[in-house]
Structure formats: C-alpha cells, structure tokens
Nanobody, 121 residues
C-alpha cells in the first residue's frame, strides 16, 4: 500500500516561491513505470494537473505552468518536491501529490490527503 503525504507552508506571499514536499512510503519513486504527480484544485474549480516526475527522473509539466514549475526528487529520502515560482493569488489551491502506474500520469491510484496553500500578502 503506497502512502503519500504532502508538507509545506500553508501561506505564501505573492511573487514568492511555493515549495511542497511529498513523502512516499510503501513504494519507491524509482519503481519502473511509476509516475509521481502534483495536482491542484483551486477553490470552486476542478482538478488541475501541474506535472510529474517519472521513475527515471524525467519531468513533464502542464504547458500553462511550465515556465514557473520545477519538480525534483530525493531518492535517498524517497520523496519528491514541487516548486512554483512567482506565485499570485490565483495559485491558491489544495495541492495534492499522487502516483500513477500509467505514462502521462493518468489513472492515479494513490493520492495524498492534500494540503491547502493560500497566496496572500
């Protein structure tokens, strides 16, 4: 049973960088054909896929967020991170980390509980 847990600051000021960590247990981020995503849900809106890092360390980002996003991992700690630069209040959302066994990060089978991030001065 894979478990994911997000952590990071709940409040970020505009123009700063949002940084979140997803700690993974019950499965390695290097297992072949595993895809580790960040997904968010702004208030009153649907889920928005941000990007993922796959088992080989390759990354893929949503075109709309690509210029501000970086996803990396620490295999020694079995965790992966999200950095979103130059945030605005429109980046306020519940942020989830998730795992998928399918290319493209689709078909998520494990989710973190989500963490609320508010962008405000």
């Amino acid at each position: 049973q894979v478990q994911l847990q997000e952590s990071g600051p709940g409040l970020v000021k505009p123009s700063q960088t949002l940084s979140l960590i997803c700690a993974v247990s019950g499965g390695s981020t290097t297992i072949p054909y595993s895809y580790w995503s960040w997904i968010r849900q702004p208030p009153g809106k649907g889920l928005e896929w941000i990007g993922y890092i796959d088992y080989s360390g390759s990354t893929y980002y949503s075109p709309s967020l690509k210029s501000r996003t970086s996803i990396s991992r620490d295999t020694s700690k079995n965790q992966f991170t999200l950095q979103l630069n130059s945030v605005t209040p429109e980046d306020t959302a519940v942020y989830y980390c998730a795992r998928s066994p399918l290319a493209g990060g689709v078909g998520v089978d494990y989710w973190g509980q989500g963490t609320q991030v508010t962008v405000s001065s």
